[in-house]
């Protein structure tokens, strides 16, 4: 009994590390899945995070997470390669993605330049963003990060590394409030600020 239990609490211990959820929802989670009608779930998630430890990476292009060498917004050949959305992370990716007001290609940085973490712009896939823009010969680069100061500072950074690179700056509009992450906002908002999106 004791080593059952032992392996209940371990899973529910992994389970609490998660984002989102704390011990007491960790519990009620394990305790639905350990339920004789659900233990083929368990199971099933059990392969498919096996699964995804093995076979998940990040495109070499944008950064996305992907299964292969790209990502398929990158090898679609009905993606604009002229535009270029910024984002902090693969969660804003997926944000802009849900909300379906862009058909360009993306840039993940991997988090924000920050003096109190230590992160400069050699921490962040900023080198491999100019690359990428001299490379493609990219038209419009769209800041797409959190209006918080940290994501301003980046954003800033970013359009002066662009300076005399003839590309178009642009951020998003109206509809992002201050201190705000894409990764909350509903679809309906990002859409709005992606088509009121203004010069940097």
């Known amino acids: 009994m004791k080593k059952e239990l032992n392996e209940i609490n371990i899973l529910i211990d992994l389970l609490a590390k998660l984002p989102g959820l704390g011990p007491v929802s960790s519990r009620r989670v394990v305790l639905h899945l350990l339920k004789t009608g659900n233990r083929s779930r368990l199971n099933d998630i059990a392969t498919a995070m096996i699964r995804a430890s093995e076979n998940v990476q990040t495109c070499v292009d944008c950064g996305n997470y992907c299964s ?53 712009p050699d921490e962040l896939r900023i080198p491999e963003l100019l690359k990428r823009v001299r490379r493609d010969a990219t038209q419009e680069v769209i800041l797409a990060l959190g209006a918080t100061v940290d994501g301003q500072t980046t954003a800033h950074y970013i359009a002066e590394q662009l300076t005399g690179q003839n590309v178009r700056v642009t951020t998003l509009g109206q509809g992002v409030p201050m201190g705000g992450e894409l990764e909350i906002l509903d679809g309906g908002t990002i859409t709005a600020a992606m088509r009121s999106r203004r010069e940097y």
């Open 68 to 120: 292969a060498h790209k990502c398929s917004i990158c090898l679609s050949p009905q993606r604009s390669s002229s535009e270029i959305c910024i984002v902090q992370d693969v969660s804003d990716l997926w944000a802009v993605e849900r909300a379906g007001a862009y058909q360009g290609r993306y840039h993940i940085l991997g988090g924000v330049l920050s003096m109190l973490d230590h992160i400069g």
